[in-house]
């Protein structure tokens, strides 16, 4: 087994080292199941999120920014940990740097998600992010859009940024499957927490049908809105749907 402690020297010799490492983790009936979840270009090892996390923290607390120049995409589960390690930078301008770079990498939901969920330097840096946003989603890649929705959805359905919110769903046009997928899962949750807001918002703009099915259908799913809600959401989407 691999030693990562503090001390270690990120080279040639132990990024190899870190790969056999992985590979000694592997899991085949774990790496069967996830392959027919998640579709990606990246080999798969079948190793779990929460073990990925553990070696994540544990590089963390080394001179960790020495092995960005190392990665080399032998597995999904390097590029997981290459993101997650992208989570333990502390200074905003680099983050922006590492992940805009990161982003071309990211070709399903699930390393999409499972990265911008940990990337708690957006909890500091809200304002000034919103730009990042911006920039994602005027990228022609399916998945930078989606990292922008994820990031509203995990970082900004407040009050003081519901408003923004509107503005980038209503802006965006697109048949991508992931990204619709995304501004319905951030529909539901401002519906959830904005049911009055969110609700003129879905009236009174154009989201596509296949949004709208899905943002309904999610809501109808919640247990955290009521069933009037949920009727007067329904009724609303078949206005949409039949007019």
Known sequence: MMNI???IEWNN???????NYLECLREEEYRIFSEKLIFTKYNML??????LRSIAKKISKTNFKDLFS????????????????ISYVDDYQLFVVLFKEY????????????VVSSLKIINK??????????????????????????MLLDFYVEEEYINKIFDFVSK?????????????????????????ETYHFIENNDLGEFVIRKTVSK?????????EDKERLKKLRDQYLFK
């Open 5 to 7: 402690n503090k001390d």
């Open 13 to 19: 010799d132990s990024y190899c080292n870190f790969i």
């Open 46 to 51: 079948g190793i779990r999120i929460p073990i």
């Open 70 to 85: 190392f990665f080399k995409n032998e597995y999904y589960e390097v590029v997981l940990i290459e993101g997650l390690l």
């Open 103 to 114: 982003v071309k990498k990211i070709d399903n939901w699930a390393i999409c998600d499972t």
């Open 125 to 150: 840096n809200k304002l000034i992010n919103l730009d990042f946003i911006k920039y994602l989603l005027n990228e022609k890649n399916e998945y930078s859009r989606r990292c922008a929705f994820v």
């Open 172 to 196: 965006c046009k697109t048949e991508d499957y992931y990204v619709n997928m995304a501004i319905s899962w951030l529909m539901c949750e401002c519906f959830i927490k904005f049911s009055k």
């Open 219 to 227: 809501i109808s799913d919640s247990y955290r809105v009521s069933k």
